[in-house]
Every structure is written in C-alpha cells, then in structure tokens.
C-alpha cells in the first residue's frame, strides 16, 4: 500500500509541476525572466515542445522540476508494475518505512522547492518595481502640479 502512496505523490507533483509550468499570473521578474530563460536549442526544449508566451518565456525553475517528476513518475510506475506482476517482490524486500520516508522526503523537497521559489520571485518582483525616494519625490511634485492646475 505504500508504494501505491509513493506513486500516487509521484504523479500528483508531476501534475502540480506541469500546472505551474503552463501558469503565467505569477509576478515575475524581468531580469529573471531573461537570465534563466530555456535558450532555443536547449535539450529541454527538443524533448518537450515548451512554448514561450509573449513577455512570459519558459525558464528553468519551472522546467526542470517537471522533467525531474516525470522521471520520477515513469520510474515508480515501472516499479509499481514489476511489483504487481511479480507478485510483491518489491514490497516484500523493502520495508514500509522505507517508502513512508521516500514519500515524505519527496513530498516535503518538492513544496520547499516550489515555496522558494514563488517566495524568490516575489521578493525579487517587489524590489525590482519599489518606489525609490526620487521617483517617490518626483510622483510628489507631480500630485502638487495637478492640484495647482485644477
């Protein structure tokens, strides 16, 4: 039972990594956007036919966990199937709790991974479209010129 619960976390962030792959309303840094952009004739792009979408190009913290859960996916999904036609082999030989950790560890790096990084781009969004003190004083001298002419 177990493993079917490793499985079944294998798939469910593989589908999570996909949705953000194909999510464009998170805030994102320009200066991020361009840096790590998947370039062209990138391996990923020649697996996987990733579209860019216009001012939202694919990047690399939103491709590589999805190609890292397929993997992940197709191996348990091979295990999952060596297992039931082999009469619980697998299950047999490896204890439970060595699944439960496997699942957990699994669970807990992927929403770590996927918090820092909404976190990273966040933070890197605020800075990057902050008010500094001279466009603060500039918006200021603008509000006054406007009451002025009314």
Do not use: H, Q
């Amino acid at each position: 039972m177990e493993l079917l619960y490793l499985v079944g976390t294998i798939w469910s962030i593989l589908l999570i990594s996909f949705a953000m792959c194909l999510d464009t309303r998170r805030p994102m840094s320009m200066k991020l956007k361009n840096k790590y952009r998947v370039k062209d004739d990138s391996i990923f792009r020649k697996i996987i036919k990733f579209k860019d979408k216009e001012n939202y190009p694919c990047n690399y913290f939103k491709i590589v966990p999805f190609y890292v859960f397929l993997l992940l996916a197709i191996l348990s999904l091979i295990l999952l199937f060596v297992d039931i036609f082999a009469n619980g082999v697998i299950i047999n030989a490896v204890s439970e709790k060595v699944f439960i950790i496997i699942t957990l560890c699994i669970f807990g790096i992927s929403t770590l991974y996927f918090l820092v990084i909404v976190i990273w781009w966040e933070i890197v969004d605020y800075k990057e479209f902050k008010f500094t003190k001279e466009k603060k004083e500039e918006l200021k001298k603008l509000r006054k010129f406007r009451k002025g002419k009314k």
